[in-house]
C-alpha cells in the first residue's frame, strides 16, 4: 500500500510542478471554470427573474440540483480527465511508453490525466448547495454529505 501512495504523491506533485510551470495558463483554467459555471448560475437568475416558478421548479430547486450535479462532476473531471486518450494515446503513440511501465495501465492513465483545478467546479456546486439547502426547508442529517 505504501508503494501506491507514493506513486499517487509522485504523480501529483510532477502534476503541480508541470502546472506551476506555468502558473497563467493553471489560473486561466482555474477562471475559465468559473466564469462557465458563473455563466451557467447567471442564466438560472435571469430565467427565475421573470418567472417565479417554472413547471413546479423554483430557482432555489433548481440552484440546489445544479450545485448537487456540480458536486460529482467535478471530482469526475479532477480524476477521469481521459477526453483526449483517442488522440494523445493512440494518434500520437504515448500508450506504448504506458504499457512498458510497471504500474497498473489504468492507474497510470487516471494518474498522468488528473487535473486538480476541477475541483474548482466541485466547490462551487457545495456552495451553491449550502445557500440554496435552507431556503428549501430540507433537514440536515449526518448521513446526507455521506449520501
Known sequence: MSEAVRIVWGYVLTYWKMKMMYRANFWVDVF???LFVCTNVLFIY???GHTPQLAGWTREQ???IYGF???PWGVFSTIFNVWDFTE???VKGELDRILTRPVHSLVQ???ENIDPSQLVTAGIGGAMMVYAWP???LSLTWTDPLL
Open 109 to 111: 492513465l487516471l494518474l
Open 135 to 137: 431556503m428549501l426547508g
Open 69 to 71: 450535479f456540480m458536486v
Open 46 to 48: 435571469v430565467l427565475f
Open 88 to 90: 494523445r494515446y493512440v
Open 62 to 64: 433548481i440552484l440546489f
Open 32 to 34: 475559465s471554470d468559473c
